[in-house]
């Protein structure tokens, strides 16, 4: 069969884009609807809040009790951590992702989830205009939920990590007005950071990715410095193509003097590095994140 993209033949790069590979598929995503049906009832939450004219431009924001009132002598708020939620820019929702919030708000932070609309309702750069506008909106309004709109972290995992690093990137905070120091930190989670091997495989049936969009929105090849610091994170467990972009990424930040560190977790996969992970105290890469935030 003749090569598709690097050393990618047809079959090889289907088999980039897909869950087969994960044990127990099926028990794992009951377990994560579990867990996030736990987290929802836990915290003090304002859920559907509206950040965008858009269909499905929401975010759902997870406080401890009382944090929108700020303590005495209390200067400033809470720090945030905005969380951006993957299916391949075309499904899944915030609701599901509750149980992020166990990762941040035990720990004095506001945990806010995104919703954006999903393609093909958008193309990608509606997607990625939409996630601008939810950040622009957090900076303006978070304090009135008890978070420091000087203290914005984001993290995002699949086209979610893909995500965070198109809202890190220098050029793109400018263009839409924002200052360089919107975004505290950034974590990006197995993310896809070239797209074009997307493109050229089936998942593109429905996204309906151009080679323009490819190089418009993938991040790899628009590296400049000037980013947020940045932690890079991919399961040890997931495929060939996640974890040779998740290195590059990491390694072409740090060419260009920008501060990144790669974290691989040995035995996680796409779907428990978020749920086993990033959403667990005591974990290396939610203690990570904790101390980029000034909470480790």
Not at 49 to 61: C, K, N
Not at 264 to 281: G, M, S
């Amino acid at each position: 069969m003749p090569v598709l993209f690097r050393h990618y033949d047809r079959a090889a790069l289907e088999a980039q884009f897909v869950l087969s590979g994960v044990d127990d598929l099926d028990a794992l995503f009951a377990r994560r609807q579990q867990a996030a049906e736990a987290a929802a009832g836990r915290y003090r939450v304002w859920r559907g809040v509206s950040y965008g004219p858009g269909r499905g431009e929401m975010l759902d924001i997870y406080a401890p009790d009382g944090a929108a009132t700020k303590a005495p002598g209390e200067n400033r708020g809470r720090p945030v951590q905005l969380f951006i939620h993957g299916g391949f820019w075309r499904s899944l929702d915030a609701a599901l992702f509750a149980f992020v919030a166990d990762g941040f708000v035990p720990k004095g932070a506001i945990a806010v989830i995104l919703d954006y609309p999903l393609i093909p309702t958008t193309d990608m750069a509606g997607v990625v205009a939409a996630c601008f506008r939810a950040l622009s909106w957090l900076r303006r309004h978070v304090a009135d939920y008890g978070g420091d709109p000087g203290r914005i972290h984001i993290s995002g995992n699949s086209a979610g990590g893909h995500l965070v690093a198109e809202l890190a990137h220098p050029r793109g905070l400018a263009e839409r007005g924002l200052p360089p120091d919107t975004i505290a930190s950034v974590t990006a989670i197995s993310g896809l950071f070239e797209l074009e091997p997307v493109r050229l495989s089936s998942q593109n049936d429905t996204l309906a990715l151009t080679p323009e969009d490819a190089a418009q929105f993938s991040p790899q090849r628009r590296l400049e410095p000037g980013h947020p610091p940045m932690l890079v994170t991919v399961g040890g467990l997931e495929t060939a193509e996640f974890l040779r972009q998740s290195r590059d990424y990491a390694e072409g930040l740090r060419a260009l003097g920008d501060r990144a560190e790669l974290l691989v977790v040995p035995d996680a996969n796409h779907i428990t590095i978020v749920l086993d992970h990033l959403a667990r105290p005591g974990t290396a890469l939610n203690s990570a994140i904790l101390r980029l935030m000034g909470l480790g």
